[in-house]
C-alpha cells in the first residue's frame, strides 16, 4: 500500500496498525469497502513482541469468565480469518498444534489443577497427564516436572508473518492504503461539538482523511486523540512484558512439538516453538513504566524456562523485546460504538484495550467492527462497550439483530 499526499475519502479510516487494526481493515476491505490504515509504525508495537498463542482455554482467569465466550468464539473464528487472506497456514505461521500446561513442582501442579477446576466447569476439556505422557508427547521436557495438562483447543499463530500477510492482502486493491503517519485527532460534522458524526482523521502532518467510518484501534494512544467525546473515558494502562527469541541448533531439532505453558513457583513462563527453527520465551508482566528490556526480567525468563525444558541452555539467543500491551480495569477490550445522550455517534467505533488477548481476539474484533459498520450488533458483546467507564455513560440499546458469531 502505498502513502499518497493528496486528501482521500474512503469508506473506512482505521487509526492503529497492530494486529487488531489491520485485522479489523482486512475483515472490511475484504468485504468490498475501501480502507485506510493510519499508523507511523504498523505492527512495531505489541504485536512485534507478541507470541501468538491462541490460548481461549488456557488464558482463562479466575473472575474473568465473562472474557471467555469472546476468547472462544475468536479462536473458533481463526481458520475462515487465514483462509480469507487467500494462503496457507505456512505463510502465517497458523498451526493448530495442542498446549501443554506444566507444573514445576506439586504447588504448581495444584494450582493449574485447581485453574482446571474452573475451566472444565465452563465446559472446556482439559486432560490431565502424568510426567511419563507429558514425556512421550515431548521428550525434552525435565523429568523433574510435577505434571501436566494436555488442551487440544489452543493453538498458536505468528503475528509478525501474519500481520505482513494482511499488510500484503490489504496492497492488493489499489484503493487501499497504509499512511505511515500518527493521527492527531477525529474530524467532527460540527467542529464544536464531539459528540456530533465523526466524518475523518487529522494527520499530524496537516492532512485530513475523510471517512464515513473511523475505527480507533491504536492501542494505548487511543485516549490521547483530540475530538474524542467529552464523556469518554479510556482508562488504559501500560503493561510491559519482557519477550525472547532464541534459536534451535539443528541437533536439538524439533525441540517442541506444541506449545508449552508453565507454573515454576507460582510464575507463568511460556514456550512457543516456531516452524523457522526458533523459540518464543515470555512473558513478564509488569506497570513499571520502563520500555527497555529488564536484566531482572530476561534472568527470570530463561531460568524458568530452563527448569521445564533444561535444553534451552544449549540454545542461541538471538532478541530481546519490551512492548507496552494495552491493560483496562477489568482486563476486557473496550470494543463498539460510543453512546451519548441522543445515542450513538454515528461514524465512530472504539477497538483498543485488548491486553494479553490482541491476537487471540483479532478476528471477533474484526467481525464485530463489519458487523457495526452494516448497521448489526451482536447482543453477546454488549458487556465490551468502550464507554463502560464513563461517568455519564447512557444505557445501551438493545440489538438490531442478535446471535451472530
Not at 487509526?15 to 507511523?40: K, M, N, Q
Not at 482467569?61 to 472462544?72: I, K, S
Not at 484503493?175 to 475523518?200: E, F, P
Request: charged share 20%; hydrophobic share 40%; net charge negative.
Amino acid at each position: 500500500m502505498s502513502e499518497r499526499r493528496t486528501q482521500r475519502t474512503v469508506d473506512v479510516a482505521v487509526i492503529g496498525g497492530g494486529i487488531i487494526g489491520l485485522g479489523i481493515a482486512w475483515t472490511l476491505a475484504h468485504s468490498g469497502r475501501t480502507v485506510v490504515v493510519i499508523d507511523p509504525d504498523p505492527a512495531g508495537g505489541a504485536t512485534y513482541a507478541a507470541a501468538g498463542m491462541l490460548a481461549a482455554v488456557s488464558e482463562l482467569h479466575y473472575q474473568e469468565e465473562a472474557l471467555l465466550d469472546l476468547t472462544l468464539a475468536s479462536s473458533k473464528l481463526y481458520p475462515d480469518f487465514i483462509d480469507s487472506l487467500g494462503t496457507d497456514s505456512d505463510a502465517t505461521g497458523y498451526q493448530r498444534t495442542t498446549t501443554l500446561n506444566v507444573g514445576a513442582e506439586a504447588a504448581d501442579r495444584q494450582a493449574l489443577a485447581d485453574l482446571r477446576a474452573v475451566q472444565v466447569a465452563n465446559g472446556l476439556g482439559v486432560e490431565p497427564l502424568t510426567v511419563r505422557e507429558a514425556r512421550v508427547l515431548e521428550p525434552l521436557l525435565s523429568p523433574q516436572i510435577s505434571g501436566a495438562f494436555l488442551v487440544e483447543q489452543d493453538h498458536q499463530v505468528d503475528p509478525r508473518r501474519l500481520t505482513e500477510r494482511i499488510q500484503f492482502a490489504l496492497a492488493q486493491n489499489g484503493r487501499n492504503a497504509l499512511i505511515r503517519v500518527r493521527a492527531s485527532g477525529l474530524l467532527h460534522a460540527d467542529t464544536a461539538d464531539a459528540s456530533s458524526r465523526v466524518t475523518g482523521v487529522a494527520l499530524a502532518d496537516g492532512r485530513t482523511i475523510q471517512a464515513a467510518e473511523v475505527v480507533v484501534a491504536n492501542g494505548l494512544a487511543a485516549a490521547e486523540l483530540s475530538g474524542l467525546p467529552e464523556h469518554l473515558r479510556l482508562p488504559l494502562r501500560p503493561v510491559y512484558g519482557d519477550i525472547l527469541r532464541l534459536r534451535v541448533p539443528e541437533h536439538l531439532r524439533p525441540l517442541l512439538t506444541c506449545t508449552v505453558r508453565g507454573l515454576v513457583h507460582g510464575v507463568p513462563v511460556y514456550l512457543v516453538p516456531r516452524t523457522d527453527g526458533t523459540l518464543v520465551i515470555g512473558a513478564t508482566q509488569r506497570e513499571d513504566g520502563s520500555g527497555v528490556v529488564s536484566a531482572g526480567g530476561v534472568y527470570q525468563l530463561l531460568r524458568d524456562a530452563q527448569v521445564l525444558l533444561p535444553a534451552v541452555s544449549e540454545l542461541e539467543l538471538i532478541e530481546t523485546t519490551a512492548r507496552a500491551r494495552p491493560g483496562t480495569p477489568d482486563n476486557a477490550p473496550l470494543l463498539g460504538r460510543v453512546r451519548c445522550p441522543d445515542g450513538d455517534i454515528t461514524g465512530l467505533i472504539i477497538a483498543t484495550g485488548f491486553f494479553r488477548h490482541g491476537v487471540l481476539l483479532t478476528p471477533i474484533a474484526a467481525q464485530y467492527c463489519l458487523q457495526l459498520v452494516e448497521g448489526t450488533l451482536d447482543d453477546r458483546w454488549r458487556n465490551f462497550r468502550p464507554d463502560r467507564f464513563s461517568a455519564s455513560r447512557p444505557p445501551a440499546p438493545t440489538s438490531l439483530k442478535g446471535g451472530h458469531s
